[in-house]
């Protein structure tokens, strides 16, 4: 969060910024205070003078609320600016963000344990792993074919709810190239603490190189793949798919169908004893790499 690499996460991180300082400027002074009243007004050496007839200060009346009073109103104001700013479905940051080409569209659907990145434009998708270019406004369409979970890439953008049977938007921008971490920031089951992808942000022409080399890919995402992708599967080590084609409406498809009652039930050895489930998958990759 204190990193931000994109245009969202950098005007996240400056409101973020005023805030506080905003707050500092009533804590520091406050503390500052409440110290020199300690020693001054101490029973045993202090200098204050007491006043039994002293009953009300207009100053201090003033004091005590129109500082608050102030402050809620400054914080409202930066706050609703932010808002604004970063909305997910129309970010008035992204207005001044200069970029030569149009946006690219992708379609996100939450399974449980893991990410599926659909590429619209490029035919193409993948498993845990978000490619975007550098300088090119990326617009999102997300749900879940499982439960609620929340999509977050700290350095990028922050966290929107991912909702089954529910299509909600995000919006990001990178400003630099570099390899950046994703992952759910809801708990949702057994695999959560795997659930997170590899984002990397390339350059145009390094990012029509990466879609060329996935159109050459042999899998494919159709309904029926999709079914065996959205299974439950705890990837502890970060296994990644790629599919060449994917069946036009499949983001679609999967919000009806969920909506409908499809679920993707989770075998009781991932819930009731987790250690021997994940010692399997394990012999099982090792068998698979040799």
Do not use: C
């Not at 006043?51 to 402050?71: K, N, Q």
């Not at 950046?180 to 990012?207: H, I, L």
């Amino acid at each position: 969060m204190l990193d931000p690499r994109g245009v969202i996460s950098v005007t996240q991180d400056h409101y973020l910024a005023l805030d506080v300082l905003i707050m500092l400027l009533i804590i520091v002074p406050t503390g500052i205070f409440i110290v020199w009243a300690m020693r001054h007004y101490r029973r045993d050496g202090g200098r204050g003078r007491h006043d039994a007839r002293w009953d009300h200060s207009y100053a201090l009346e003033a004091l005590v609320w129109g500082i608050p009073i102030l402050t809620v109103g400054v914080l409202s104001y930066y706050s609703v600016k932010a808002i604004y700013a970063v909305n997910p479905y129309h970010p008035t940051i992204m207005a001044r963000a200069t970029h030569a080409k149009g946006p690219l569209d992708i379609d996100v659907i939450s399974t449980d344990w893991q990410w599926v990145f659909i590429y619209p434009q490029q035919g193409i998708a993948t498993v845990n792993r978000l490619v975007i270019p550098k300088g090119v406004p990326v617009h999102f369409r997300l749900t879940s074919a499982t439960v609620v979970n929340d999509f977050y890439i700290p350095q990028l953008v922050g966290m929107i709810d991912v909702m089954p049977a529910m299509r909600v938007r995000q919006t990001l921008l990178a400003s630099r190239t570099g390899t950046y971490e994703g992952y759910s920031a809801n708990f949702s089951g057994a695999g959560f603490s795997w659930m997170n992808f590899e984002t990397q942000a390339v350059s145009r022409s390094a990012f029509r190189a990466w879609v060329a080399r996935v159109q050459g890919a042999p899998t494919h995402l159709s309904y029926t793949a999709f079914d065996q992708v959205a299974q439950p599967t705890i990837n502890i080590h970060g296994r990644v798919a790629y599919f060449s084609q994917v069946q036009p409406g499949l983001f679609r498809h999967v919000v009806a169908q969920t909506a409908a009652g499809k679920t993707y039930p989770t075998p009781m050895a991932m819930t009731e004893n987790m250690t021997r489930y994940l010692k399997a998958q394990a012999r099982r990759d090792a068998h698979n790499r040799d």
